[in-house]
Each structure stands twice: as C-alpha cells, then as structure tokens.
C-alpha cells in the first residue's frame, strides 16, 4: 500500500511539474509575440448570394455585391479581432420566373458592420482561418419588382412599409491568406431577427384560392470576397 502511494505521488508530482513547466513555456511564446503592426486596415470586396426564410421560395438564387472597409486587431500569433463596415445585398428571386406570369425579386440594401474573431492556423505556406462572430445591419433602401397575376404568396409592395430597419445576424465562414496582404472568405449569414413579422397571421384562415400570407421574413445569405490589407 505504501508503495503504491509514493508510486501514485511520484506521478502526481510528474504531472504537476510538466502542467506548470508546459504553462511557463507557452508565457514566453506569448512575450515572443510582437507584431511590427498591431493594428491593420484594408478593403474587402465581393457577392453575395441570398434568400429569405418565409418567402416561399428556397435556395440563394438573389445575387448581390458587398464591398467596404475592414480594421484587424492582432490579439495573438493565432487570433485577430475584425470589425467590418459594408454595404450589401441582400434579398430573394424566384428561380422559375418569366416576365408576365411568376416574376418576383426583392434587393434589400443594408449598411452592415461585422465584427469576427479570426482563428487562424499556421505561419508559413497554406494559412487558414475560421472565422465567427456577429454583424448589425441597418436597412437603407429596397427595390421590388414583382408581376402579381400568378403570385402564391402576398406580394412584397403590401407589406413593405412593415419592412424593420434594423437586422442582427449570426456569421460564420473560413478562408486563406495568399499572402500577408491578401485573404479570400467564404461567410454564411443566418438572420437571427425577422425583418418581417406578421402579428395577426392564423394559419386557418389562409385562402387556398388566393396569395398565401406572409408570416415571417428572415435574411440568409452566402458571400465570397477578398479583402487587401496595407
């Protein structure tokens, strides 16, 4: 029993003494960390690809633009804090439209300002990054066109003076440096607000003859882009 004890305590102190020597190592990997520019500013430009979630439609078939600013805070080796301002597109399209029977497009566009915690992975060659955060946008204007005679659903111009400005999102994405200055995204968006929301809609009452009630729209869009860093 007593050899067992002193077997186990040896181990405990091996444990202890490479936790505190692995802790001591990585404090001098961070003091080695000095970037010659802790602060970096840039352009980011790209499309985007959107739907709307209640429209009655699916898939990302509205293309769109996005472009703007973008400033990096580099907070370690492997992590740097983004905030983005944009301006963007985003919207539906019915895929199966033709002029003067089902045509229906909605551009909404929006101010946004992203802000992403980067991760990044290696230092040298192939670098990667997975990309996280959250993005306010701001509606600023809106273009409709839509040929009523065979709708499905509400038309847009009915309910578009309920349209709400503002926007909260949920970002996600990856993307690789090609070099120190230039990276390219891939980002996915998923509304976690409804800019439309209808308060009196009953399912019940719905007419089977007639254009179908929105009860709620919700933004979702995919976007690609390369941002150049000075």
């Known amino acids: 029993m007593k050899y067992s004890l002193t077997i186990l305590?040896?181990?405990?102190?091996?444990?202890?003494?490479?936790s505190v020597n692995a802790l001591a190592?990585?404090?001098?990997?961070?003091?080695?960390?000095?970037?010659?520019?802790?602060?970096n500013a840039g352009f980011v430009l790209g499309i985007t690809a959107s739907q709307i979630d209640g429209d009655g439609f699916s898939g990302y078939h509205k293309?769109?633009?996005?472009?703007?600013?973008?400033?990096?805070?580099?907070?370690?080796?492997?992590?740097d804090l983004a905030v983005e301002m944009l301006f963007l597109q985003k919207g539906s399209r019915d895929p199966n439209s033709s002029?003067?029977?089902?045509?229906?497009?909605l551009t909404l566009n929006y101010i946004e300002v992203?802000?992403?915690?980067?991760?990044?992975?290696?230092?040298?060659?192939f670098r990667g990054s997975v990309d996280l955060g959250f993005s306010f946008g701001r509606l600023l204007?809106?273009?409709?066109?839509?040929y009523t005679n065979r709708l499905k659903y509400t038309p847009f111009e009915s309910v578009k003076d309920e349209f709400k400005r503002n926007d909260w999102s949920l970002v996600i994405g990856g993307g690789f440096f090609y070099s120190d200055h230039l990276k390219f995204q891939i980002?996915?968006?998923?509304?976690?607000?409804?800019?439309?929301d209808n308060v009196d809609y009953d399912i019940t009452s719905a007419s089977v003859l007639g254009p179908k009630d929105?009860?709620?729209?919700?933004?979702?869009?995919?976007?690609?882009n390369t941002t150049y860093m000075f």
């Open 141 to 146: 204007n809106y273009d409709i066109v839509e």
């Open 187 to 196: 980002r996915h968006s998923i509304g976690l607000t409804r800019f439309y």
């Open 114 to 125: 992203p802000v992403f915690l980067h991760l990044k992975t290696g230092e040298e060659g």
């Open 63 to 79: 293309l769109g633009i996005q472009g703007g600013v973008r400033g990096i805070a580099k907070l370690t080796r492997y992590t």
């Open 99 to 105: 002029v003067g029977k089902e045509y229906r497009k």
């Open 214 to 224: 929105f009860r709620l729209l919700r933004n979702y869009f995919l976007s690609v």
């Open 25 to 39: 190592q990585k404090k001098k990997k961070k003091r080695k960390f000095n970037p010659k520019h802790r602060f």
């Open 9 to 18: 305590s040896i181990i405990l102190l091996l444990i202890v003494g490479s």
